[in-house]
């Protein structure tokens, strides 16, 4: 699989491309994401490699703003994660997800791995890039599916540790076609 999707911010400012390339021993995000954070322009360009099962093996995050800065890292897939130079990141063990604060495209990775089937619900921890500071926590999240027809597949997604909730639709390949208030897919295939 291959898609080129554009996506609205919603509320303020901001568009996000993804390049997503999906092949059988891989999956590469390549996304560049223009927006306000604080009150001030952010351009963040980020890239996630997944392992065929969408477990992150790999992220890169650079962003230009009030700050330039940047974040390497590397897991293994099965929750542990480290800094680009190996030093593990204890604090991100058990986490096999990646969200950026500022991307839909990121909800994608555990609608995909999950494959959860419609009534169906699972509580995860990712490892949460908050921009523009670019700290990194683990959170909780749950997503059920909702329904699961074909072009518009519905979840509820939530933020256990902050107590928001929110129903976000979906098309085939798992990427965001409406995120309320926040993001709107822009192109469709």
């Known amino acids: 699989m291959k898609r080129s999707v554009l996506w609205s911010h ?8 993804l390049f997503l390339h999906a092949r059988e021993e891989e999956v590469l995000a390549d996304g560049q994401a223009i927006t306000m954070e604080q009150g001030m322009p952010l351009r963040a360009h980020y890239v996630v490699r997944c392992n065929s099962d969408w477990q992150v093996t790999q992220f890169d995050i650079d962003i230009l703003g009030r700050l330039q800065a940047d974040l390497h890292l590397c897991a293994d897939g099965k929750g542990n994660w480290f800094f680009a130079e190996g030093e593990p990141i204890p604090d991100l063990a058990g986490c096999i997800d990646i969200d950026i604060s ?7 990775l555990p609608i995909r791995r999950l494959q959860l089937a419609v009534d169906e619900s699972k509580e995860i921890l990712v490892a949460y890039v908050a921009l523009p500071d670019m700290q990194v926590t683990p959170i909780r999240q749950r ?10 597949r ?6 256990l540790d902050s107590e928001f909730s929110t129903e976000i639709t979906v098309d085939d390949d798992g990427l965001v076609i409406n ?6 897919q822009l192109t469709v295939r």
């Open 10 to 17: 919603l509320g303020q400012p901001g568009l996000e491309h």
């Open 102 to 108: 500022i991307s839909p495209f990121t909800n994608t």
């Open 143 to 152: 997503y059920t599916c909702l329904s699961n027809l074909p072009g518009e």
């Open 154 to 159: 519905v979840y509820r997604y939530e933020s």
């Open 179 to 184: 995120y309320p208030h926040l993001f709107e």
